[in-house]
């Protein structure tokens, strides 16, 4: 089973993370990509309960718990 990486960062992602998150947060294997240094990350951070599945550098890769 292979995951989805969606680029919150990415021009052709909707212009709101949070909007992409919402629409896409009940599918299964979505991992959602961003920078920490983002403003976006720390209100990700606070609204949701996450699970991270890598950092690389200033890059996070991040899962939304399905029950949180």
Request: glycine share 2%; charged share 25%; aromatic share 10%.
């Amino acid at each position: 089973m292979t995951n989805t990486i969606i680029d919150l960062e990415s021009y052709t992602c909707s212009s709101d993370p949070i909007e992409a998150i919402e629409h896409l947060r009940d599918k299964n294997n979505i991992v959602f990509k961003i920078s920490n240094k983002n403003p976006y990350f720390s209100i990700i951070t606070n609204n949701y309960k996450i699970d991270i599945i890598k950092q690389e550098g200033d890059i996070i890769y991040f899962m939304i718990r399905l029950n949180g």
